[in-house]
């Protein structure tokens, strides 16, 4: 009596254990993908977040003393360690740096690099103005405005992600070329020029 007890409780067949297998590897192939996107876009919080932060600093500064910055120290910006893009408010920052007091000394020189220790090579811009998103400068006063820009990379592609900020009152125009629905700005919000996660 046991016996027949015990072959009646059957297992999987073979067919319906492949039947689940190939779903589960079906279900993957979907999901991982967008996953690594999602993940990426994630990334880029970082830029829009430390832009927003240049932007305060600088109208801060502003307010004080009726000009703006080319220099970080002076506004008081300095991004945490492991930061993944360079910021800049003059031309050509996207080398990597050591996050350390001296190796943020180009703060004053209007750069910030990404962070040596996690992120060795700067990214390949896709061209020289695109890597700029918004071309940094301080306009002179009257006319006081300021633009700032981050590059770097959130997928591990040689190329770089591109955003820029501008306190111009008429807006900025972003040297766009792929990724993005318009390449104008208004003036406190980060614009994205080069999409890293959209563009191949």
């Known amino acids: 009596m046991m016996n027949r007890l015990?072959?009646?409780?059957?297992?999987?067949?073979?067919?319906?254990?492949?039947?689940?297998?190939?779903?589960?590897g079906i279900l993957a192939a979907i999901a991982i993908p967008n996953f690594i996107r999602f993940q990426a876009k994630s990334k880029q919080s970082e830029a829009k977040t430390n832009l927003k932060a240049i932007f305060t600093a600088q109208k801060s500064y502003f307010g004080e003393k009726d000009k703006y910055s080319t220099d970080f120290t002076v506004i008081g910006f300095d991004p945490e360690p492991a930061n993944r893009y360079s910021y800049g408010l003059a031309t050509g920052c996207a080398a990597p740096v050591a996050a350390t007091a001296a190796g943020r000394i180009g703060a004053k020189t209007g750069c910030i690099g990404q962070d040596v220790a996690k992120f060795t090579t700067a990214p390949a811009p896709k061209d020289a103005i695109t890597a700029l998103g918004v071309q940094p400068s301080v306009a002179a006063c009257p006319s006081c405005s300021f633009s700032a820009n981050a590059v770097g990379n959130v997928d591990n592609d040689p190329v770089g992600d591109a955003w820029g900020i501008t306190s111009a009152p008429t807006g900025a125009t972003l040297n766009s070329t792929c990724g993005v629905d318009s390449n104008l700005i208004s003036a406190g919000e980060p614009g994205n020029a080069y999409n890293d996660v959209s563009c191949e």
């Open 6 to 24: 015990f072959r009646k409780k059957g297992g999987f067949t073979l067919i319906e254990l492949m039947i689940v297998v190939a779903i589960i």
